[in-house]
């Protein structure tokens, strides 16, 4: 089961209902279909714009209680000797955990590695470190990007030049995208450029 999200948003059609906690977003939602509206609904997680879904059934009380019983619970802590065994540590270096694999390379990939400060490992580390975060950026970035198409793919699939705010998105293009978003209705214009903030992170 997917934990739910800290926070989300709520939208009747075009206008934003209301943003926040689980609890504050469903019991707006509730006030708002016994008015009897008629445009549709939708909740979308703050972080990935996935589909939240409440049950509105029976009282305010109920539906909170509902919700504080399906939170997900509190991992327990990890104990002190959690993976930790009881053979006594000698004297000397401390144990780091690492592992000795054989590497397959060129003479002048070696002789620029025993170069490096600290020698071949530490370098060799160093560079395995800076290429993960690099990847790690790259990541986050695909999963903001993710993100603002789910929502305006659910909530702005027939606003004006929809398609080109998409083809700007995925060609980071961040003149064009808010250009085309400004057009929009504003709770769902300044919800995607939020969503967009770390989506577009160069500029052409």
Request: net charge negative.
């Amino acid at each position: 089961m997917t934990p739910h999200p800290v926070t989300c948003t709520a939208f009747e059609g075009h206008r934003r209902i209301a943003s926040g906690s689980l609890s504050e977003v469903a019991l707006a939602i509730r006030e708002v279909l016994a008015r009897g509206e008629q445009a549709p609904v939708l909740v979308f997680d703050d972080v990935t714009s996935r589909p939240v879904e409440f049950d509105l059934r029976g009282t305010p009380e109920e539906i909170l209680a509902r919700l504080a019983s399906g939170a997900p619970g509190e991992q327990p802590a990890p104990t002190a000797d959690a993976g930790e065994d009881d053979t006594p540590r000698s004297r000397g270096r401390p144990k780091l955990g690492v592992v000795a694999r054989e590497v397959t390379l060129l003479p002048r990939h070696w002789d620029w590695l025993n170069g490096q400060s600290g020698g071949a490992s530490v370098a060799l580390r160093k560079l395995v470190d800076a290429a993960r975060l690099a990847g790690e950026d790259k990541d986050r970035k695909r999963a903001a990007q993710e993100a603002v198409y789910r929502f305006m793919t659910a909530i702005a699939g027939n606003l004006p030049d929809y398609e080109d705010a998409t083809r700007a998105l995925y060609a980071d293009d961040r003149t064009r995208f808010d250009g085309i978003v400004a057009a929009w209705p504003e709770d769902v214009r300044d919800h995607t450029l939020r969503l967009a903030q770390g989506a577009l992170v160069t500029h052409p």
